[in-house]
């Protein structure tokens, strides 16, 4: 038998206009989910989505830097990261 646990409980305080913006919506609960989901897979992966590198993420960001470049795309002008030892994959079909 699987033992399945208790959904828990988290509570956060919101400003004034949040709340009322959250208001309208039929299930505050179940969109707070998404849009915390949503936004922890689009979170950079190496800071975590707190904007900011340790010190140590730094000197490993560093040395990943030196054989990788950051460039902006052609075609959607979101920036990305090449390697200098390959080439650039396509990942626009057009």
């Given at each position: 038998?699987?033992s399945?646990?208790k959904?828990e409980?988290?509570?956060?305080k919101?400003?004034e206009?949040?709340?009322?913006?959250?208001?309208?919506?039929?299930?505050?609960?179940?969109f707070?989910?998404?849009?915390?989901?949503?936004?922890?897979?689009?979170?950079?992966?190496?800071?975590?989505?707190?904007?900011?590198?340790?010190?140590n993420?730094?000197?490993?960001?560093?040395?990943f830097?030196?054989?990788h470049?950051i460039?902006e795309?052609?075609?959607?002008?979101?920036?990305?990261?090449?390697?200098?030892?390959?080439?650039?994959?396509i990942?626009?079909n057009?």
């Amino acid at each position: 038998m699987t033992s399945k646990r208790k959904a828990e409980v988290i509570t956060f305080k919101v400003d004034e206009a949040l709340a009322h913006a959250l208001e309208g919506l039929p299930n505050r609960s179940e969109f707070i989910r998404a849009a915390i989901l949503n936004a922890l897979d689009n979170a950079c992966p190496l800071c975590r989505g707190i904007g900011i590198l340790t010190p140590n993420q730094k000197r490993h960001w560093e040395a990943f830097a030196k054989h990788h470049q950051i460039h902006e795309c052609d075609e959607c002008h979101e920036f990305h990261i090449t390697c200098d030892h390959n080439s650039e994959p396509i990942v626009h079909n057009d």
